[in-house]
T-cell receptor, first 113, second 111 residues
Framework: KAGVTQTPRYLIKTRGQQVTLSCSPI?????VSWYQQTPGQGLQFLFE???????NKGNFPGRFSGRQFSNSRSEMNVSTLELGDSALYLC????????????FGPGTRLTVL | AQSVTQLDSQVPVFEEAPVELRCNYS??????LFWYVQYPNQGLQLLLK??????LVKGINGFEAEFNKSQTSFHLRKPSVHISDTAEYFC?????????FGGGTRLMVKP
């Protein structure tokens, strides 16, 4: 069974630009969660999608948004990038939510210059 | 809101020695508790989880953790570590809506 895949693996953007990250969950998993990992703030929850609906949202500004498609693939969008958005963005999938075992992808490393 | 505190940011230990990684949490509701491990340049992987029942939980790679409700702790232990256990370990709490992670503990196993 294929694991969680994230594309692209690395991204370099400049301040003010926007970016879209993609996540393909494990087949059969309907829940996709996104996390931001930085050395200073650690792992922080962004949002969770389940069956194309945002079910939970963390404490991030509205510049961070996401969506989930009917095949459970998910995208995360960050608009008007700031230097502080530089981070490793992790996607995790599970059968029914974060209360289950989550399977994490390798992450997308975003650098904002 | 829930919070998770991992008391040690780094734990150096010699190979074959026992280790304990400490985790304390706060929450106003019942929680599920997890330990995840992140090996260098890899994604996070579940070590073990506590949902209910026996307070001693056994996980993969010889790790175990004990849930202590009165002390709101969920410490991770291994009786004898191996070089390959070198990684970052994250304690996490689920309290009904989202998973909250601790700051992580870097376990450094020395030969």
């Amino acid at each position: 069974k294929a694991g969680v895949t994230q594309t692209p693996r690395y991204l370099i953007k400049t301040r003010g630009q926007q970016v879209t990250l993609s996540c393909s969950p494990i087949s059969g998993h309907r829940s996709v969660s996104w996390y931001q990992q930085t050395p200073g703030q650690g792992l922080q929850f962004l949002f969770e999608y389940f069956s194309e609906t945002q079910r939970n949202k963390g404490n991030f500004p509205g510049r961070f948004s996401g969506r989930q498609f009917s095949n459970s693939r998910s995208e995360m969008n960050v608009s008007t990038l700031e230097l502080g958005d530089s981070a490793l963005y992790l996607c995790a999938s599970s059968l029914s939510g974060a209360q289950d075992e989550q399977f994490f992808g390798p992450g997308t490393r975003l650098t904002v210059l | 809101a829930q919070s998770v505190t991992q008391l040690d940011s780094q734990v150096p230990v010699f190979e074959e020695a026992p280790v304990e990684l400490r985790c304390n949490y706060s929450s106003s509701v019942s929680v599920y508790l997890f330990w995840y491990v992140q090996y260098p340049n890899q994604g996070l992987q579940l070590l073990l989880k506590y949902l209910s029942g026996s307070t001693l939980v056994k996980g993969i790679n010889g790790f175990e953790a004990e849930f202590n409700k009165s002390q709101t702790s969920f410490h991770l232990r291994k009786p004898s570590v191996h070089i390959s256990d070198t990684a970052e370990y994250f304690c996490a709490v689920w309290a009904g809506n989202m998973l909250t992670f601790g700051g992580g503990t870097r376990l450094m196993v020395k030969p």
